[in-house]
């Protein structure tokens, strides 16, 4: 099995289903609510736990239900929550609305992930170990900074994905091997549009990119080839919340155990189709046998 770090987030995801999100000053009604496990981090760690992968996840949950709750969710998916810290005060929350095309718009209240700041004890030992480190952007983004270092520092392969979009600080692409962003952040980070024209500008910062481009697919670069784009199966998308964590956790899997990219691509393709035809996040994500019979 391939070993991953997942250093990022863990929210509580307060979900309301409705025909569509609201507008500014404007209220809808909803035909759903649930609540469910989520956050980055913990959707990559059980993304990529349910794939196959050997997973370990480095954070914090509250001292609340939920943070109980997360902790149990992570557990019952296999992944090692021994380093996963417990902050006093509330977990984190997602306050998420799905529209009747599947499609998300999202609020997150970063809770006890805010105490996240740095490596804690333990932690560095962890990432030498692993084949990948997973990150993300919902903790603050000096310990992002430490984990890419400490990857770094190991010759673990480092895979990023920018979200939510901001501004980076000097030295984590520097510090990445794979960034996965989606169209916005990639256009946000590159300063165009055009998946392609944003793929050749992001390439100048790290060596491969994969950029997730929803029902279109993806499109991978990498300086040693040409772009390959990947298309993704025609699918009704109940839920497309947590695909792009699917996507990323499979990928990772994949990687680790030696498929080559294009292979590898097409797999975790196949795991983000199946999640976006369930509801919710972390119940969404699919096993290994259904990937592999899907791909």
Known sequence: MTGIVVLGSAHMGLVAHAARAPGRGETVTGREFRTVPGGRGVNQAVAAARAGGEVALIGAVG???????????????GVD????????????????????????????VPGANAAVTSLAPGDETLIA????????????????????GAARRHGVRTVLTPAPAQPLPPGLLAATDLLVPNAHEAAALAGTADPHTAAETLLC????????LGSAGSLYAARD??????????????DATAAGDVFTGALAVALGE????????????????????????????PYRPEIDSAS
């Not at 983004?141 to 984990?147: E, I, N, T």
């Not at 080559?260 to 972390?282: D, I, K, N, Y």
């Open 225 to 238: 080839r040409p772009p390959l784009p990947v298309p993704a199966p025609r699918v009704t998308a109940v």
């Open 81 to 108: 929550t021994d380093l996963l810290r417990t902050a006093e005060g509330p977990s984190g929350t997602a306050h998420t609305v799905v529209d009747d095309d599947g499609e998300s718009a999202i609020v997150v």
């Open 129 to 148: 170990a692993a084949d990948t480190l997973l990150l993300q952007l919902e903790l603050p983004l000096s310990a992002v900074l430490d984990g890419a």
């Open 258 to 285: 030696g498929q080559p990219m294009e292979r590898a691509l097409h797999w975790a393709t196949a795991a983000a189709a199946l999640c976006v035809q369930r509801p919710g996040s972390s119940p969404s994500m």
């Open 205 to 212: 910062q790290v060596p491969e990119v994969v950029i997730t």
């Open 63 to 77: 001292s609340d239900d939920f943070g109980v709750l997360l902790r149990r969710t992570l557990t019952a998916s």
